[in-house]
């Protein structure tokens, strides 16, 4: 069946959610208020008819401010819902055809404050699944309780000790240390002082006994250790020539006869194969020299992934981090979700560490900088080879960065065509859009161009902003991906982005 979709209105989706609420505040906003406030935040319009995620016909509401008293008075209400998110300014009332409806901005948590949950209990906690509120699975709910804690990996363990530890990998490290500061002491320093040095056993302040913390354990300890605490810990890595190609070349994984164990043997084993295989062929044109710099500027790329992926994973998550090695790229997943926004990791900021004792051991031997350093360098140089940009993709649960060995045009291929257009559209038109012009430019329905253009909010390229017949559509530049893309797509020949 066919809809008529309301002017200036977006269809339903991750960020949208449209209910009727003729005559009260509906029970149901809590969830969808639960939903987004775990997952990227969202808009909820009250007085709105939608059917199949379309809005199709404005209701209204019959008493705006009774229902504005109703969802502020409620929100107060810790067995109603565990945060307040909304204030008074993301709560508008707005006047369209003699008729009220109501728009409710709800931001996302901080990761500190999830699960944000309703009517009392964890257990009606929910996340954002398309147009779909869905309630957490026990597991995600795990998740989110854990990762609230500032410092994980700073956790002491009771019945760990440091017989617990590799003492191999822990005495390579101790003499790269030594070799790194110029200061033999360092591998023959006794055991439990360097230990503590390094924040790899702590003393329990009220038993006064030295204890593990998890950062060391995962990071120096035996596999089957590392297992007793944490039964799905696994590393991966595997090297492919392509995506189509079924088997294997060459993988490493830990737990594995003459495997890596934990963090520091598994780092070295991947960081050694990868950089045996990145070759010098950036620019074949150039003298020996600069292509020999463009090759280490590109294993400075993958060994900072590869340090940030290992530093930020969330260890009690049911999947594992997994290094997928590719011809002409390599795939980072973690689970885990950003601590920090897209622009602080591509711009650099306030760091806001999951692992902060792991992350310090790879600082110690120089494998990692200054916290809150690797995604500026990483896109810093990259930029500098006039490569494919990196892709950050993150969820409430994991992040994944692509990194491309080829070059920048190629950013801009795994979006539809339809949407580069509309991208350069609006760089022709002065920084925005309208429905009409889209549908006039491309061709298409006023529907398709309006479901075109809201899929690209949805997914954080556009905002929509204005109203009635000022409402248009420009670059979202707080997506600090697609701000960084657009100054390299200014840059481009129209021919090399838009071609049939």
């Given at each position: 069946?066919?809809?008529?979709i ?64 109703d ?64 309630r ?58 360097f ?59 830990t ?9 520091f ?10 950089e ?9 044109s150039?003298d ?59 711009h650099?900021?306030f ?104 899929t ?41 982005i838009?071609?049939?």
């Amino acid at each position: 069946m066919k809809h008529t979709i309301l002017p200036n209105f977006p269809i339903e989706g991750a960020n949208i959610e449209y209910k009727e609420a003729k005559n009260s505040l509906p029970s149901a906003v809590w969830d969808s208020y639960s939903a987004f406030a775990n997952t990227t935040g969202g808009t909820i319009f009250l007085g709105i008819k939608e059917e199949n995620e379309v809005p199709t016909e404005i209701l209204g509401v019959n008493n705006a401010l009774k229902i504005k008293s109703d969802f502020f008075t409620q929100q107060a209400d810790k067995n109603k819902v565990s945060l307040s998110l909304v204030d008074n300014d993301q709560f508008e009332i707005i006047d369209i055809d003699d008729k009220q409806i109501i728009k409710i901005t709800v931001m996302p948590a901080l990761y500190s404050d999830k699960p944000v949950y309703i009517r009392g209990h964890q257990e009606n906690a929910y996340r954002r699944s398309g147009h779909s509120d869905i309630r957490m699975t026990t597991s995600e709910l795990k998740y989110h309780m854990a990762n609230a804690y500032p410092d994980l990996d700073r956790k002491l363990l009771d019945h760990f000790n440091a017989d617990d530890l590799n003492l191999l990998d822990l005495q390579l490290y101790r003499n790269i240390i030594a070799e790194r500061n110029d200061d033999p002491s360092y591998a023959d320093k006794p055991l439990n002082e360097f230990l503590q040095e390094f924040g790899i056993m702590r003393p329990d302040r009220k038993s006064k006994m030295l204890k593990l913390t998890l950062g060391g354990l995962l990071f120096f300890g035996k596999y089957q250790s590392i297992r007793d605490f944490i039964p799905n810990f696994q590393l991966d890595y595997i090297y492919r020539h392509s995506r189509k190609d079924e088997n294997w070349i060459d993988r490493i994984v830990t737990g594995e006869i003459d495997g890596p164990e934990n963090i520091f043997s598994f780092y070295r084993k991947v960081h050694s194969k990868i950089e045996s295989r990145i070759s010098d062929t950036f620019e074949l044109s150039l003298d020996d020299t600069t292509r020999k710099n463009n090759s280490e500027k590109f294993k400075a790329v993958i060994r900072e992934a590869l340090v940030n992926m290992l530093s930020h994973a969330f260890y009690g998550d049911e999947s594992t981090s997994i290094l997928k090695q590719y011809d002409n790229f390599y795939s980072f997943y973690n689970p885990g979700a950003l601590r920090i926004s897209e622009e602080q990791f591509i711009h650099g900021g306030f760091p806001k560490q999951r692992n902060p004792v792991i992350s310090l051991l790879f600082r110690r031997i120089g494998y990692s900088e200054n916290a809150g350093s690797g995604g500026p360098r990483i896109f810093n140089n990259i930029n500098r080879l006039a490569l494919r940009l990196p892709k950050i993709s993150v969820n409430d649960r994991s992040t994944e960065l692509t990194i491309w060995n080829s070059e920048f045009t190629q950013s801009f291929q795994d979006i539809p065509k339809e949407q580069v257009k509309v991208l350069q559209l609006i760089q022709n038109n002065k920084g925005e859009i309208k429905v009409r012009q889209v549908q006039e430019e491309l061709n298409i329905s006023d529907y398709k161009a309006r479901k075109l253009l809201n899929t690209m909010v949805d997914n954080g390229i556009l905002i929509d902003e204005g109203k009635s017949s000022a409402h248009h559509y420009t670059f979202n530049l707080n997506n600090e991906y697609s701000k960084y893309a657009l100054q390299q797509l200014v840059k481009l020949q129209e021919e090399l982005i838009l071609h049939d």
